[in-house]
Nanobody, 125 residues
Framework: QVQLVESGGGLVQTGGSLRLSCAAS????????MGWFRQAPGKEREFVAA?????????YAADSVKGRFTISRDNAKNTVYLQMNSLKPEDTAVYYC?????????????????WGQGTQVTVSS
């Protein structure tokens, strides 16, 4: 069992930056690929980025965040990060981290086994 707690959300102006953190409990954090998803009001939860167990490989949602967001992890700290730069109003959403036991990258919400409670990111225009 893994418990995930996100932090780092907040209100930022267009063009600003935020770094989200997701702290995991337990000693098996490095056994999971980790992902970030987001959900805007009235919309489905969508995939943002994922990172492999070692941190050596990453996978991003096409176009919408690539080049602006960077996912990383520190297995010694049981933490995964999402660095978000050049933020736009359309990035406004609740951001969730999630853990997957699959041995391949996935953008499919149902293929993630553990979820955090989410952190709100609001980008003002």
């Amino acid at each position: 069992q893994v418990q995930l707690v996100e932090s780092g959300g907040g209100l930022v102006q267009t063009g600003g930056s935020l770094r989200l953190s997701c702290a995991a409990s337990g000693r098996t954090f490095s056994s999971y690929d980790m992902g970030w998803f987001r959900q805007a009001p009235g919309k489905e939860r969508e995939f943002v980025a994922a990172i492999s167990r070692s941190g050596g490989d990453t996978y991003y949602a096409a176009d919408s965040v690539k080049g602006r967001f960077t996912i990383s992890r520190d297995n010694a700290k049981n933490t995964v990060y999402l660095q978000m730069n050049s933020l736009k109003p359309e990035d406004t959403a609740v951001y969730y981290c999630a853990g997957s036991r699959l041995y391949r990258f996935t953008a499919v919400r149902d293929e993630y086994d553990y979820w955090g409670q989410g952190t709100q990111v609001t980008v003002s225009s």
